[in-house]
């Protein structure tokens, strides 16, 4: 008796623990029921869940702005972190008869038969933000950002800017995720090329703000030179410039020590606009417009011709970012 | 006579709880001795502002060692008292965090102005936390689940729930006052996280010294049932020691977001309960409940912060960090092990006896 | 060595911290022997009997053994074992969840496979040899206690063992159990083990062993012949003092009569609890000392335990000094001033690890509150008072009061109660798993605080020992009040009867 009471308890407080943050599992709701079959086009919308990152805020935020019933669509929208609920998500839309399926898979593995039922159902399945294993056949596109583009474009700047000897601090992220990989990448292999390219520590603060400050701290404390941050998101970078602050070390434009961060937020454009940075690297959260374009162009019967489809990004550079850059981009 | 006075002073060493972490402390200290005296340098600097600060590593483990100290009081009451732990002070600080900045920011995520002072955000976070303290505790005390489980719904919901208060936003407080308690108040060198971790530490021997506190958690935590057969409460003080714990996860949370006047909900104190943790067993507490020494779990959270310090001092390569720091956990909790200090004990007192038998040869 | 010892232990030494536990002690058992370890608790048996098994490593003394040349040394557990000392220890130290077939080779087998069907076979006739009631393919826990106790004296016969130590092994056994057990060590005895018998019954030394052994204080007393030895001189060597004590209560227990008519300090009407006990009234009077009495399990704990709010009471009215008061917790009690000593001192009394100081204090403290602590000077004296009233052996007063004998223990959780100055102090069991001496001291304190105006509830199994403390006694059957006996009602026939329940 005490054990079941015990078992509600924990199962009532899970519940309101996880509905209370916006909801862990699968849960749907219909953007417009009204419109039943007007002409509009009816998408399932995928994701994961919202409160992931900033990254996925925005995300879902500019999928939320295209897909509505003002453009000529109906959307339905699914969140969560799990596969099997995003894979169970997936055949309700199927059976709710929509006409395209959108989807960031939570895992790369488990959609073939799924995908499959969609096909065999005429429903047109996209990809974004993340691939999946499955033959390609599956889906008619798939939009994604290029990691490793984003690392190049960051070391291909900051080799721009000439220095007679680049000492760095290399922060990475969370080891073995798609961005540290990409973003670790470049720079490597930039340093193993070039004679002046040191580095001075490279390790990981697992996107981690305090974690960053504490690495950057120990290389102060040692003495260490160095005149470049590299930091793979744009947490770690502020951790990093907490840091140097403390140490009376200056940062940004014109300044001791190049700082470098990435996925533009808001506030770290801002701190690019004011030269306390130097350079911060997009990581496009904004695909909607790409699928947009997709969907267009299959309604008017045209045929796609890229099926992998990868997003422009951009990298800002302090010297150059103006306030509708930090509007427009920022996240 | 002077002899075996002798002998009991050598083995009441080993016996003494604060006996590891000062050893360990000192193993430490004596490996960066060798591989680097500069280890121990401290200097007088100036921060981007202006202001007067020391420098050195010694500094850093003072520095962010607070917070883990100021955890492991709470976390060596709990473990006392219910004999497991609390597992979900991570989650905690993101929730009181979060609470800080959602006061003190308002609804305006970028607000130029503080909207309530300081002191009110960090006493609603206070008592935020200590409502999800007690929540851990009355699972614990009252529903009799063990902690790590009970805490296991507040270390999975946590993090959404802080994520919750601030609507997803990432708040961030543009007062230079804020910046005090992560930081530095100007005119004084020593970073503030150490004052507030010495004043919490201060509190808390004035209520071991002023109150009964030490011996009913410890009397819980060793006899429950003759705890109550005493006229204690034992379902009280269960709780009471989670409270507690949530009270130091506030501070925490006050000085994690105060470092960088933000927050992020999914890294901010991130396998902090860990560390923690393993303060308390560092300082020789056992983890199943009972006796506890408050100063031996402080001096730990000193020892993991100086360990984590030394190995970023060392450049250890990115991914090997938690293999090394695993290495060195496993030792030092091995050797605070009773069946090892007895060997201990044993092997000094056979040296001893050599040693006897030798001079009256 | 004499010609047929098979044991010879010769002035061991053993040295803790503080405290000199064996001091120059001899010992021998010879072959075919039963052979009585006697002392009170902290005298040196389990000492001994520790370092004969390996537990401890000795400080100073020689051991020999049968079959072996010269000095044998014996440094852990193992060691003994392949020496063939053997223990049985009064907690059952096999695998409940095996088989007995399992229990008897567990540990023992040399190669990693075992042959089953050999195994059990080589059980079955152990077993019958031996004239145990298993079988070799029963699971542990389905045999009785007894049975349990028997198999693990079989295993330790079968591994060759020349010296037996049975510790305390009767004390969860009921009398026809004992009587089996008996026989098994005379059947043992006549094969030519040695056997050594560790017991606090004295009618069980009497009946079944051969010699003894008293050790008092670490020391030895001397070694007996059981024959030349009566058991009121046993008890005074145990002591070490001339033995009219025990006399000399029966003779002041006259005293105690309660003046009647007037307000009684406790009086309770219908309590009853979550335990099932029936409602009861009862009451004491200033300076009364009674009892409850009744089988194990007649609910004669569970009453006083509603009384002092340990179980959860569901019913009845409680009046201290003629008021009613809501007793809901045990701090409601003893802020009425009760006070309890529970039945069960490792599991309800002790905080083990605790010293004895913190002991001593608690309920003290916890009735003095939360935000005034005694200063440890102050502390540091009550122990002292209270450490040396009760003549506690203890080495410190910071000493864990685990590491004290069962009935230091006891003494100091007595204390602990007279520091909070009870008015009404009820003792569950004070006496059981203690040594003589110890209970003689309890049986006299609780006629001497009856004297100064205490009023106890003195509860025991042994029934002489509420003859001779209690003026009236409760008795109790199947969780019913049946009766209550005072004056010349008094007496063990009487007694039995009412717990019986054929006089009426």
Not at chain 1, 299 to 320: C, H, L, N, R
Request: charged content about 20%.
């Amino acid at each position: 008796m005490k054990k079941r009471v015990l078992a509600v308890l924990m199962a009532a407080a899970m519940v309101v623990g996880l509905t209370a943050c916006g909801g862990g599992t699968a849960s749907t709701d219909s953007g417009s029921a009204s419109s039943g079959g007007s002409g509009l086009i009816k998408v399932g919308i995928i994701n994961n869940d919202p409160n992931e990152s900033g990254y996925r805020t925005a995300n879902d935020k500019d999928l939320k702005a295209t897909f509505t019933e003002a453009n000529g669509y109906e959307a339905s929208f699914a969140y969560s972190l799990k596969n099997d609920e995003q894979i169970a998500a997936a055949q309700k839309f199927i059976q709710d008869g929509v006409d395209y399926l959108l989807l960031s898979a939570a895992d790369t593995s488990g959609w073939d038969s799924v995908l499959k039922d969609a096909q065999d159902a005429g429903i047109k399945v996209i990809l974004f933000d993340r691939t999946i294993d499955a033959s390609e056949d599956l889906y008619v596109a798939s939009i994604v950002s290029d990691m490793a583009q984003e690392g190049q474009t960051a070391v291909d700047w900051l080799a721009s800017q000439n220095l007679p000897e680049y000492n760095i601090i290399h922060i990475q992220g969370v080891m073995g995720s798609a961005a540290q990989q990409g973003r670790t990448g470049a720079l490597d292999a930039k340093v193993a090329a070039e004679s002046n390219w040191n580095i001075v520590t490279q390790q990981t603060a697992e996107w981690n703000a305090e974690t960053a400050q504490q690495i950057v701290q120990s290389q102060i404390d040692a003495g260490a030179s160095f005149n470049v941050i590299y930091a793979e998101n744009d947490d770690m970078a502020k951790g990093a410039v907490a840091a140097l602050d403390a140490a009376n070390i200056s940062h940004g434009v014109g300044k001791d020590v190049i700082v470098m961060g990435f996925d533009c937020n808001k506030w770290a454009l801002q701190e690019l606009l004011d030269g306390n940075w130097n350079y911060d690297g997009q990581c496009n959260p904004f695909q909607s417009s790409y699928i947009d374009e997709i969907i267009k162009k299959l309604e008017a019967g045209q045929t796609i011709s890229e099926k992998v489809v990868i997003m422009t990004e951009k990298g800002f550079d302090a010297t150059t970012i103006t306030e509708d850059d930090v509007n427009n981009y920022g996240i | 006579m002077e002899r075996i006075k002798q002998r009991f002073v050598i083995s009441n060493i080993f016996r003494n709880q604060l006996f590891i972490p000062i050893a360990a402390l000192l193993i430490i200290f004596i490996f960066n001795l060798i591989a680097d005296p500069g280890f121990f340098k401290i200097t007088l600097g100036y921060n981007n502002a202006g202001n007067p600060l020391l420098n050195g590593y010694l500094i850093t483990i003072l520095d962010y060692g607070s917070e883990l100290a100021i955890l492991a009081i709470g976390m060596t009451l709990v473990t006392a008292a219910s004999g497991g732990q609390d597992i979900s002070v991570g989650a905690a600080i993101a929730i009181a965090g979060s609470v800080i900045l959602r006061v003190l920011c308002g609804s305006d995520s970028r607000s130029e102005e503080l909207q309530a002072p300081i002191i009110v955000a960090f006493l609603i976070a206070c008592v935020v936390a200590a409502l999800f303290g007690a929540f851990n505790g009355v699972l614990v005390a009252v529903f009799k689940i063990q902690p790590m489980v009970a805490t296991l719904i507040l270390y999975t919901a946590g993090r959404s729930i802080a994520a919750w208060i601030n609507n997803n936003e990432l708040p961030i407080v543009n007062d230079v006052r804020f910046t005090y308690f992560g930081g530095l108040i100007p005119g004084i060198p020593i970073p503030v996280p150490f004052f507030i971790a010495a004043i919490c530490v201060a509190i808390i021997f004035m209520v071991l010294k002023f109150t009964t506190l030490g011996l009913y958690t410890q009397a819980v935590g060793i006899n429950e049932r003759a705890a109550k057969l005493n006229g204690l409460n034992p379902v009280a003080i269960k709780i009471l020691t989670f409270v507690i714990l949530g009270l130091c996860v506030a501070v925490c949370g006050l000085i994690k977001t105060s470092r960088l006047s933000t927050i992020n909900y999914s890294v901010i104190a991130k396998d902090i309960e860990m560390d923690a943790i393993l303060a308390v067993a560092l300082g020789g507490n056992a983890l199943g409940g009972g006796k506890f020494n408050m100063w031996a779990s402080i001096l730990g959270a000193y020892v993991i912060q100086a360990l984590t310090t030394t190995l970023y001092k060392f450049n250890v390569k990115s991914n090997a960090l938690p293999a090394y720091k695993a290495v060195v956990v496993i030792i030092l909790v091995v050797a605070s092990a009773p069946i090892v200090r007895e060997k201990a004990q044993e092997i000094v007192k056979k040296l001893r006896a050599g040693r006897v038998e030798k001079e009256v040869a | 060595m004499k010609d047929n010892a098979v044991l010879e232990m010769k002035g061991i030494d053993k040295v803790f911290p503080g405290v000199r536990a064996l001091q120059n002690v001899d010992f021998t058992l010879c072959e075919g022997e039963i052979h009585a370890l006697m002392g009170e608790n902290g005298a040196g048996k389990s000492t001994l009997i520790k370092v004969l098994t390996g537990v401890y490593v000795k400080d100073g003394g020689q051991i020999f053994l049968k079959g072996h040349e010269g000095e044998v040394h014996i440094k852990s557990p193992q060691d003994a074992q392949n020496l063939g000392i053997s223990t049985v220890y009064q907690e059952i130290t096999l695998c409940p969840n095996l088989s007995v077939a399992e229990n008897m080779f567990i540990g023992r087998s040399k190669s990693a496979t075992l042959n089953w069907s050999q195994m059990n076979k080589a059980t079955s006739e152990i077993l019958q040899s031996l004239d145990i009631p298993a079988t070799a393919t029963m699971q542990l826990s389905n045999c009785s206690i007894a049975v349990q106790q028997m198999i693990a004296i079989a295993r330790a016969v079968d591994m060759e063992c020349k010296v037996l130590i049975l510790d305390e092994p009767t004390s969860s056994l009921d009398d026809n159990e004992v009587a089996k057990l008996f026989k098994l060590m005379r059947d043992l005895k006549a094969k030519g083990v040695g056997i050594i018998f560790v017991t606090h019954f004295l009618d069980q030394v009497y009946e079944v062993c051969d010699k003894i052994t008293v050790l008092r204080d670490g020391q030895l007393v001397g070694e007996y012949e059981i024959e030349n030895l009566p058991r009121l001189e046993l008890v005074s060597k145990m002591l070490g003092k001339e033995m009219d004590d025990l006399s000399e209560i029966k003779e002041s227990s006259g005293e105690t009569q309660a003046v009647k008519d007037e307000i009684p300090v406790v009086e309770v009407n219908g309590l009853y609890s979550n335990t099932g006990i029936k409602p009861f009234d009862f009451y004491i009077n200033k300076g009364e000392v009674n009892g409850f009495t009744g089988l194990l399990g007649s609910g004669r704990s569970e009453c006083v335990r509603a009384i002092f709010g340990a179980d959860r009471v569901l019913g009845g009215t409680v009046k201290v000094n003629g008021k009613e008061v809501k007793i809901k917790a045990p701090i409601d009690a003893m802020k009425n001033g009760i006070g309890y000593l529970p039945e069960d001192r490792k599991v309800d009394g002790i905080i083990g690890d605790l010293s004895v100081r913190e002991n001593i204090l608690l309920a003290a403290q916890v009735l003095k509150g939360f935000l005034k602590p005694y200063k440890r000077s102050e502390q540091y004296k009550l122990a002292q008072e209270y450490i040396s009233m009760l003549s506690i052996k203890t080495a410190s007063e910071d000493t864990p009061i685990k590491s004290l004998s069962g009935g230091n223990q006891q003494k100091v959780i007595l204390a602990r109660w007279l520091l909070t100055h009870p008015e009404y102090l009820i003792l569950d069991e004070p006496t059981r798993g203690i040594d003589i001496g110890t209970k003689v001291d309890i049986q006299k304190l609780v006629l001497k605080l009856a004297g100064e105006g205490m009023s106890v509830t003195f509860i025991s199994s042994e029934t002489d020992e509420m003859l001779r403390t209690c003026s009236r006694l409760i008795v109790m059957r199947d969780l019913n009040k049946v009766g209550e006996l005072s004056g010349d009602d008094l007496n063990q026939t009487k007694i039995m009867s009412t717990i019986a329940g054929g006089d009426k």
